[in-house]
């Protein structure tokens, strides 16, 4: 039971709401079925309550309603099975709202051209919320924000219309931790933190996600909740932008980063390998901080370690095409007029996600100095992103073709890395994918 609930004390509108999540007679209402949304609204399903998924994206939920998914961790059969037995349906009505008694909002918090936090997606959804919301609903933000959010900025939208969060109706935040692509931490075995704006809406939170989650860590407050959301990839951040300034600073010593790592990480306790890489990428690493660091400022307060990572893994795609440069120079060749292949689009391994991918910034960077460039990524079929407009062709194809560099921007495990090495005149391998192979035309990070 969360800090300072009274068990003997009874209310009778969480009451109602506690006996319908446990016995499963909820309506749960997810809002935002992307790459954390759905598997959510899926996974409730599979638990056997009902579940309604909201999009504006017309074509998403058209697609859920065919009984298929679009995203990987999800598998069709999963979505036609729920889809089926009619635990889930999708919808563009937000009307429906009002039907459902739970709502976890799993919009997108990007950041502006400014590295501002961009809100907006979580206001309009919580406008929406607003406008059909009614006693006994529980609302829970899911998506990554800086602390204060829920109290600030959802919670007097919601309490507008006269009904008061922890009596009328209940609020909530948990921080989405989906790690997509990864089989192993699933939504049910990756703990869940629940943070409430009172200890009744905080009992209810952890109720619902008790329902697909073995394992609820119930926290003080919202801005608790919200604040361990941006701890952890902070963290990650600035692990991440250590490692590949002690990349950069290895290469002028002359020692070999990587091996470095291998052998740090045999220490049993106090030591964790990050590992460097050609910049972040995804919605989560390059972005969260920055939601942090402006709130920081909102107070005064400067964020130095998380500016400071920012600047070095921004600066890290410049530094692949130096390195590509170089592996061009040592057979006599400019960057202008060559054939530089890149493997892989995406901004991690076996997943077609390309937000913030730093290949994106090699290709560009590349581009700009002349170099011809192409790409293969079996999950990113075309890139149509700033200036570069370019479709995706086959490993097989590329290196049969000719090319003049090949760079390894994403580990997928579908590329025949021998092949590459066997083939391409000299390769940059940005995610030191060919440990162990010695070969002078392969120039790593
Ligand atoms: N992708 C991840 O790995 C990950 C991990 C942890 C946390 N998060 C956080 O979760 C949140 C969602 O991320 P995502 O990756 O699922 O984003 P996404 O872009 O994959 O999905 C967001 C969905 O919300 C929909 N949407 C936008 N505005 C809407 C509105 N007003 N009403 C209804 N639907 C709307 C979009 O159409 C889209 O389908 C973000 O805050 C992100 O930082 C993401």
Redesign the pocket.
Same mark, same amino acid.
């Given at each position: 039971m969360p800090r300072g609930v009274d068990p003997s004390y009874s209310h009778p509108v969480t009451d109602a709401l506690l006996d319908r999540i446990r016995s499963k007679k909820a309506r749960i209402g997810v809002?935002?079925?992307? =790459?954390?949304?759905?598997p959510l609204v899926v996974e409730f399903a599979k638990s056997g309550v009902q579940a309604i998924g909201? #999009?504006?994206?017309a074509s998403?939920i058209e697609t859920i309603s065919h009984g298929e998914s679009y995203?990987p961790d999800v598998s069709n059969e999963d979505v036609t099975s729920v889809v089926d037995a009619g635990l889930l349906s999708a919808t563009t009505d937000?009307t429906q709202l009002a039907d459902v008694d739970t709502i976890n909002i799993?919009?997108? &918090?990007p950041l502006r051209k400014t590295k501002d936090p961009d809100l907006s =997606?979580v206001v &309009?959804?919580v406008e929406?919320i607003a406008t059909h919301l009614r006693p006994g609903q529980l609302v829970i933000l899911?998506? &990554? &924000?800086y602390p204060g959010t829920v109290t600030e900025v959802v919670q007097p939208r919601l309490e507008d219309q006269g009904l008061r969060a922890g009596i009328d109706f209940f609020l909530a935040f948990s921080?989405?931790?989906? #790690?997509?692509g990864n089989a192993e931490w699933t939504t049910r075995n990756i703990p869940k933190v629940v943070g409430g704006t009172d200890p009744r809406s905080t009992e209810l939170a952890a109720a619902l996600y008790g329902l697909i989650v073995d394992t609820i860590v119930p926290v003080s407050s919202t801005r608790v909740a919200e604040m361990v959301?941006l701890l952890e990839n902070t963290f990650r951040a600035v692990n991440i932008g250590l490692v590949n300034e002690l990349a950069l600073m290895c290469r002028d010593l002359d020692v070999d980063v990587w091996e470095v790592i291998d052998a740090a990480k045999t220490k049993p306790f106090g030591f964790m390998p990050f590992y460097p890489g050609p910049g972040l990428g995804?919605?989560?690493i390059p972005? #969260?901080p920055f939601y942090l660091s402006w709130k920081a400022r909102q107070s005064g307060f400067e964020s130095r370690f998380i500016e400071l990572a920012g600047h070095i893994n921004a600066g890290m795609p410049r530094y692949v095409v130096e390195r590509v440069a170089e592996a061009l120079n040592s057979r006599e060749r400019a960057v202008r007029g060559s054939r530089v292949h890149l493997f892989g689009m995406a901004y991690k391994p076996n997943v077609g #996600?390309v937000?913030e991918s730093p290949a994106l910034d090699i290709a560009e960077l590349l581009l700009r100095q002349g170099a011809i460039v192409s790409y293969s990524d079996p999950f990113v079929p075309t890139v149509r992103e700033g200036c570069l407009t370019l479709d995706a062709v086959s490993a097989e194809q590329a290196l049969a073709d000719g090319l003049d560099a090949a760079v390894i921007t994403t580990h997928h495990d579908v590329f025949d890395y021998d092949g590459i090495v066997r083939l391409a005149p000299v390769v940059v391998d940005t995610r030191n994918t060919l440990s162990g192979i010695d070969a002078e035309h392969i120039f790593r990070l």
């Open positions: 809002i935002g079925l992307g =790459y954390v949304g759905l909201f #999009d504006i994206d998403k995203i937000f799993c919009v997108p &918090t =997606y &309009t959804a929406q899911e998506s &990554t &924000t921080p989405e931790r989906v #790690d997509p959301k995804g919605h989560c972005v #969260d #996600d937000r």
